[in-house]
């Protein structure tokens, strides 16, 4: 086993733990922040809809950071699962033998990677979390076109 695929493998290990505290520490944001406005109170109401309070922007970027995690997580659960027996880069190190149920392996990988992306950017932009919604849309799809590009022992 390569040293990078270890080091994706520690990752993937650590990032259950960290996306979870993340979510934490967003949700005590929230909690925190229950009793200040999450609207602005003056301006046009075109402007305080898409410029929320301060308070809120806390709890958007706490959110983007714990979902930032748990995209690099995600990703490198992807890779853990698929460096043995499917994926044959050089720098995931020795493949190992041929996993015969691993052919759909990679479109699966890619299409999970860009349903979460969208939903979990649709669902930002609902909550008026602009920079969540940036977040997805960024890190996701461009993983999955990364993902796309890996030579397998089918292609």
Do not use: K, N
């Not at 880069?89 to 052919?103: A, K, L, S, T």
């Not at 890619?110 to 979460?116: A, E």
């Not at 461009?142 to 796309?148: G, I, T």
Request: net charge neutral; aromatic share 14%; with cysteine.
């Amino acid at each position: 086993m390569g040293v990078v695929i270890l080091f994706f493998g520690l990752f993937s290990i650590v990032g259950w733990v960290a996306a979870l505290g993340g979510l934490g520490y967003a949700s005590s944001v929230l909690w925190r922040s229950r009793g200040q406005q999450w609207l602005r109170s003056h301006g046009h109401p075109f402007a305080r809809l898409l410029l929320p309070a301060p308070a809120y922007l806390r709890f958007d970027r706490a959110l983007a950071v714990a979902v930032l995690v748990a995209d690099v997580w995600l990703v490198s659960a992807v890779i853990v699962l698929g460096a043995d027996g499917i994926f044959t880069e050089e720098w995931m190190g020795y493949p190992g033998m041929m996993d015969p149920g691993g052919r759909g392996y990679q479109a699966d990988a890619v299409s999970l990677l860009r349903t979460t992306a969208w939903w979990s950017a649709s669902a930002a932009l609902l909550a008026r979390c602009w920079t969540t919604a940036v977040v997805q849309l960024s890190v996701l799809p461009l993983s999955a076109l990364w993902v796309a590009s890996f030579d397998t022992y089918y292609s």
